[in-house]
């Protein structure tokens, strides 16, 4: 079984919707929480990251964290035709010492948003 | 400022030869990590440089290796290729140093290249 889940999808909605993408994961020693949108031909770029669990704004996009539940989310309001690409999650732990370039990814989601 | 360059952007090798892909990080970030993307694995980390020498390393087969030279380029080579290592293989580039967070924890955000699309006939 992976570390992390995510359901690969693939995820179509109409533009103006609210889109909910999820990961859950099983390590305990996860301490930060990322997610990346991947656009064809592209490497990830960061949407969001946070280290708590809670919520976490900006703009359109909200991440949320339920460590207790190892459970993580995004919610995209207000979705655009833009917004269509892969959405992948991450998490790294604090192990390691000084490596911070390690992280595990879940599958990725890939969401359609037509107009 | 320039982003994180991979070259080549394609490739076409057969089974058993090697292969050489080569990442320059961003101006001024000095730790380079590599990961293969594919569509049954996903991202996967294969391993990370910092001043020259290696920091970390996933759980790749020996034929995978890596290097960082003085001015932070990284290169990554794979030996005897095999059909499954037909994979878009990204870099990502960071300063390497982390930042303190108010909760006592280090982290840095990765920022990541286009990718090497390499295909093993």
């Known amino acids: 079984q992976k570390e992390v889940e995510q359901d690969p999808g693939p995820l179509s909605v109409p533009e103006g919707a609210i889109v909910s993408l999820n990961c859950t994961y099983s390590?305990?020693?996860?301490?930060?929480f990322m997610w990346y949108r991947q656009y064809s031909r592209k490497g990830p770029e960061l949407l969001m990251y946070t280290y708590s669990s809670g919520n976490k704004e900006d703009g359109r996009f909200t991440a949320q964290v339920d460590k207790s539940s190892k459970y993580i989310s995004l919610f995209i309001r207000d979705s655009q035709p833009s917004d269509s690409a892969t959405y992948l999650c991450?998490?790294?732990?604090?192990?390691?010492?000084?490596?911070?370039?390690?992280?595990?990814f879940g599958q990725g989601t890939i969401l359609t948003v037509h107009p | 400022k320039a982003g994180v360059t991979q070259t080549p952007r394609y490739l076409i090798k057969t089974r058993g030869q090697q292969v050489t892909l080569s990442c320059s990080p961003i101006s001024g970030h000095r730790s380079v990590s590599w990961y293969q993307q594919t569509p049954g694995q996903g991202l996967q980390f294969l391993f990370e440089y910092f001043s020259e020498t290696q920091r970390n390393k996933g759980n790749f087969p020996g034929r995978f290796s890596g290097r960082q030279f003085s001015n932070s380029r990284s290169e990554m080579n794979v030996s005897t290729l095999e059909l499954g290592d037909s994979a878009l293989y990204l870099c990502a580039s960071s300063w390497g140093q982390g930042i303190m967070s108010v909760y006592g924890l280090r982290w840095e955000k990765l920022f990541f290249g286009s990718g090497t699309q390499l295909s093993v006939l």
């Open positions: 390590n305990s020693a996860f301490q930060y």
């Open positions: 991450a998490m790294k732990t604090n192990a390691g010492g000084t490596s911070y370039g390690k992280l595990t």
